[in-house]
C-alpha cells in the first residue's frame, strides 16, 4: 500500500489526471448501460441495440491511429480537455428524442463521442508517464485499471436506474454533467507539453506531413522485436475478446442455464475483481518488473478463463462462474498495468500518441473481426470451443511474454533507441 499512496499522495497532477478519468468513465458507463436499456424499450430490436455497439466501434477502426498524429502534435492535457467540453456539446440532441422516428439521432451521438474517444485515450495514456517517475509507473497504469473497474460498476447500475426514471434526456444530462466536471479538474493540471509548430506550412505539405507521420506510427507498431511482440499480443488477444463478447451470454444461458440476472450478476464479479485486483498490483507496482507482471498476469487470466469454460463440461453449477470471475480481475490487472508500462516505455514523448492510436485501431480491427467470427461459428463449431480459443490466446501470449522478458525489459529501458526524434 505503500507504493499506492506515495503516488497518489505525492504527484497532484496524476491525481487529477485520475480523478478526471474516473468521472468521465463513469459517465460514459452510465450512458452507455442506459442507451442500450432506452434503444431495446424504443424499438423491441435486438438489430437496432446491435447498431449501438457498430457505431461505437467502428471509430476505433477507421479513426483511431489518424487521431494519434494529431495528439503527437497537441498539448495532452488540452486535448483531453477539449474532448470532454466537446462529448457534453454532443449529448444535447438526446435531449430531444422521443421515440424510434429519431432514432438516428442516438447512433450519431454514439458515434460523435467514439470519434472523440479516439483522441482523449491516447492523450491520456501518454501524459502518464510525463506525470509519475519511472519507478511509479505500474503503480500509476495499474491505478488507472481500476478505475474503469469502478467506473464500470457504478456507471452501469446507474445508467439502468436513470434510463428507467428519466430515460435518454436524464441519461445526457448526468453524461454531460460528469463530463464538464471532468475538464474542471483537467483544467488544473500544471503539466505543459510544447510542441514546436509550422504555422507556415502549405497545406499540400501539412498533408504530406501527416500522412507521413501516420505511417510512422504503423511503421513503429512492428519497427522492433518488443514492439512486434507487444501488437501481436494485442491482435490475438483482441480477436479472443471479440468471440468473448460475443459468446458470453450465450454461454451463460446454454451452458451454465443462468437467467438474465445471472448473466449481469456474473459480469458484475469480473468488476469486482478487477478493483481488487488493481489495488494488488498498484501495491506491488515498484517491487516487479513490468514484463514479469504482464507475463504472469496473461498466463493466468488465460487459465483461469478455460476454468470457467471447461468446468460446466463436468459441473452443474453456477458458483464456479462467480468465483472464477472473481479471481480472474488480479491477473487482468496485472497484465494491463505491466503491458502498458512496457508500451509507455517503449514510446517517447511525441510519438507515443500515434503509436497507441495505430494499437488501439489494429486491435479494435481483431476484435470486430471476432465478433463476427463468432456470430458465423458459434452454432458450426460450438461455443465453449470458440471461448477455449480466447483462453488459450491468453495462455500463450503469457508464455511468449515471459519468455521474452529480458528483451522487453531491456528495450524499455532504453525507449528511444530505434525510434526516431519527436516530429
Known sequence: MKDLWGVLARQRDYRLVLSAGLISLTGDWLLRTGLAFQVYVLTGSTLASGGLLLASFAPTVLLGSLAGVFVDRWDQRRTMIVANLLNAAVLLPLLFVRDASVLWIVYAVVLAQACL?????????????????????????????????????????????????????LLAVADAAALLIAATLLSAV??????????????????????????????????????????????????????????????????????????????????????????????????????????????????????????????????PAFVCMIAVGLPGAFAVAGMMTVLQRLTTDGTRGRVFGAVLAAKGLTVLIGIAAAGLLGEVVGIIPLLIFQGLGYVGGGVVILSRRRLLETRAADPAAGLPSPV
Open 117 to 169: 474517444q479516439q483522441f482523449f485515450q491516447p492523450a491520456e495514456q501518454s501524459v502518464i508517464p510525463l506525470l509519475v517517475p519511472s519507478e511509479q509507473l505500474i503503480t500509476a497504469n495499474a491505478l488507472n485499471s481500476q478505475i474503469r473497474d469502478v467506473a464500470r460498476l457504478v456507471g452501469a447500475a446507474v445508467g439502468g436506474l436513470l434510463a428507467a426514471v428519466g430515460g435518454l434526456p
Open 190 to 319: 500544471r503539466h505543459r507539453t510544447t510542441r514546436v509548430r509550422e504555422l507556415t506550412e502549405a497545406a499540400g505539405s501539412a498533408v504530406r506531413r501527416l500522412r507521413t507521420e501516420w505511417i510512422e506510427g504503423l511503421r513503429l507498431c512492428v519497427g522492433g522485436s518488443a514492439m512486434r511482440l507487444l501488437f501481436v499480443f494485442c491482435l490475438v488477444t483482441g480477436l479472443g475478446e471479440g468471440v468473448m463478447s460475443t459468446l458470453f451470454a450465450p454461454f451463460v444461458s446454454t451452458e451454465l442455464g443462468g437467467d438474465g440476472k445471472a448473466y449481469g450478476l456474473i459480469v458484475s464479479a469480473q468488476a469486482v475483481g478487477g478493483i481488487v485486483g488493481g489495488l494488488v498490483a498498484a501495491s506491488l507496482g515498484t517491487r516487479l518488473r513490468a514484463a514479469t507482471m504482464w507475463g504472469v498476469g496473461a498466463l493466468l487470466f488465460g487459465v483461469i478463463d478455460l476454468v470457467l469454460f471447461c468446468y460446466p463440461l463436468v459441473w452443474d453449477s453456477l458458483a
